[in-house]
């Protein structure tokens, strides 16, 4: 059943349909605030609270095939409002989050980098480009995570971050430079960053 579909049982009602998007969008929506915030618990709060959002808020959602970037468009803004709650710097204070499992998206980065005898590593490299993250600036970092980790095309990334898709298109390549500038100096070595700056 497609996101449309399960949107318009909600609509209706329909709160097994509800619970079949929390299912396919929970997971993603706490890596997506991990990577921005680097705290679990916020991050699980948020990622809740902006699916009691999209419940809320389900009667606004026009069914048009654009779910996703409806959906991180509340989620960004929910960030963005946290992150002007908090006193502290959000990356900072948070706890440092360390990944437990291997995400499609850096099995994939890892597959177009190293050969296949160094992939063991991509674990390490995983929780290495985390770290990375939280050192470029936060628009760079929304967009790479949502291209990359969240799956989403720079058209929805664009929209969700409510920018030109050139404005979008230029920090994501500014997101990469940065981080394999950043790889570079702990000893990736070139073969690693060209397959980086391209992915």
Known sequence: MTDDELMILIQAGTL???????????????????????????????????????????????????????MFRIARNLLIDNVRRRTNDALVQAVKWQPQTEDNALNRIAEEIFQPEERVQHVEFASLIDELLAEIPEDQRQTFVLHHYSELSLPEVSEIMEVPLATCKSRLRLAREKLADKLHARGIGPQGLQGFTTI
């Open 16 to 70: 097994d349909a509800f619970n079949d998007i929390v299912d396919r969008y929970q997971g993603m929506l706490v890596g997506f605030f991990l990577r921005n915030t680097r705290d679990v618990q916020l991050s699980e709060d948020l990622a809740q609270e902006t699916l009691l959002k999209v419940y809320n808020q389900a009667w606004d959602y026009l069914p048009l095939g654009r779910f996703r970037g409806w």
